[in-house]
């Protein structure tokens, strides 16, 4: 008919099966074609009028939706899907409450109610009302105990509401309904997981898999549960099952490198890295693995390599920034040293460690002036820290202002006097020198 413009009868019901088809396929002008074939034959059907609004309502085309929805509602007004309809365009237009009275009262005009209960449950869910959601969803289940998408819902809500005791209870409850749902187990085991009980966690992801044995995520959460018990070669074995089940991904790849780094096989956690980063070469945390473990083993020139191509793909991290210092410590690029710890401080990371690592640093260079000037700023943050003092200590004697080096001295001996070896380690001769030494002894002695 579309084609050659000869018209042909079909019955209501045909049409409805056309356009839903249509619908279903995302094939929009179409479905508009057939719906208005479908109301030359039929003009007086409420049912494909519908369908219109459904299609006006999926282009944005609010008004002529709620138009034809009043006269429907005039021709039907206890017909539930105009007031379903007339929920969506006011959850379109961020009227929630509206949406879900107005579902509420198509409620009361239907005996299937499953999908208005799960229409009325994402309206909870956007009003962020989660205690009414999860008795909408729970509704659905007991309609229908194989509605994972209810399911996933409910255990969403108790998630959101931190009510993980609750969900646990929750999802016995159904188990002992329905004890071979892999989804429910899966479920469940994540609970136990959150609340640390690592062994339940491990209990509930077994039954999962042997329920359905090509279940990827329930593999992948018994892995992690492993790892969380120190039993990393079987959590290795679990996550080869995953690559073998689907295709390879950069997050399995680099959990299985850990887990080899976990059990001193350097070698195949490097070869693992490699193959996360070979996957998603914008992966910053594979990149960071790569370093943090030639770091370890003192390659620091494939280190400073690798934590260069975490940098790039993430530049505001300061835990990255801080590695960048210590590597550059480590081949005695200090100026590059400095530069990472300012780059930790300018994106707000004020860690003491940070300010200490930018102060000993700048002592090295004989930059005695900006570490001071480090250190004051620190000590804002940091009002009692026997580190800070110290090093003011040191600072203050070698530029001659000995006045200031006593009273700092003094201040960090009362805070912590077994840290005096940190004048000791920095500044030697500071430490050495005899006015120092008196002040140390005398105050030993009281």
């Not at 356009?19 to 208005?36: E, R």
């Not at 410590?329 to 040293?337: G, H, I, S, V």
């Not at 930059?367 to 001071?372: G, K, T, V, Y």
Request: net charge negative; aromatic share 14%; glycine share 4%.
């Amino acid at each position: 008919m579309l084609k050659t413009n000869s018209i042909y009868f079909f019955d209501l019901v045909e049409f409805e099966e056309i356009i839903v088809h249509y619908i279903d396929a995302g094939k929009q002008a179409l479905a508009k074609k057939a719906v208005k074939l479908g109301l030359q034959q039929h003009p007086a059907s409420v049912d494909l009028k519908l369908l219109r609004v459904e299609i006006y309502i999926f282009e944005d085309e609010l008004d002529k939706a709620s138009m034809l929805l009043k006269i429907i509602e005039r021709l039907e007004p206890n017909n539930d899907e105009v007031f379903i309809q007339k929920a969506t365009i006011s959850s379109k237009n961020g009227n929630h409450k509206e949406a879900i009275e107005l579902l509420k009262k198509a409620l009361t005009f239907t005996d299937d109610k499953v999908d208005i209960w799960s229409l009325l449950g994402m309206e909870y869910l956007y009003l962020d009302d989660f205690k009414n959601a999860r008795l909408v969803f729970e509704k659905c289940i007991v309609v229908d105990f194989e509605d994972y998408s209810a399911l996933y819902n409910v255990v969403y809500c108790f998630d959101m509401e931190k009510e993980h005791k609750e969900a646990i209870t929750y999802l016995n409850s159904y188990i002992d309904i329905n004890p071979y749902c892999e989804v429910a187990w899966h479920q469940l085991g994540r609970q136990y997981f959150i609340l640390e009980m690592y062994q339940e966690a491990l209990n509930s992801f077994d039954y999962a898999v042997l329920i359905d044995e090509s279940f990827i995520g329930g593999y992948l959460e018994k892995a992690k549960t492993l790892e969380q018990l120190e039993r990393y070669k079987e959590a290795i074995d679990n996550y080869l099952i995953t690559l073998e089940l689907d295709d390879a991904t950069a997050f399995v790849y680099l959990r299985i490198g850990e887990c080899h780094e976990k059990i001193e096989n350097f070698d195949a956690a490097i070869s693992f890295y490699k193959k996360a980063v070979h996957e998603d070469p914008l992966l910053d945390k594979g990149w960071m693995m790569l370093a943090n473990i030639y770091y370890a083993h003192n390659n620091y020139q494939k280190a400073a390599y690798y934590i260069s191509k975490a940098l790039t793909i993430e530049e505001d991290n300061s835990l990255y920034w801080k590695r960048y210092s210590e590597i550059n410590l480590k081949l005695n690029f200090y100026e590059e040293a400095v530069a990472g710890f300012e780059k930790c401080l300018a994106i707000n990371d004020d860690g003491l460690e940070i300010y200490i690592g930018l102060t000993d640093v700048l002592s090295f260079l004989g930059e005695f002036n900006d570490a001071i000037h480090t250190l004051i700023k620190a000590q804002k943050i940091y009002k009692d820290s026997a580190e800070i003092e110290y090093r003011l200590t040191g600072l203050f004697f070698i530029l001659n202002k000995e006045k200031y080096s006593f009273n700092h001295l003094m201040a960090a001996m009362k805070i912590d006097y077994d840290d005096h070896f940190i004048l000791r380690e920095l500044y030697p001769v500071v430490y050495d020198h005899i006015k120092i030494q008196k002040l140390l002894n005398d105050f030993k002695k009281d």
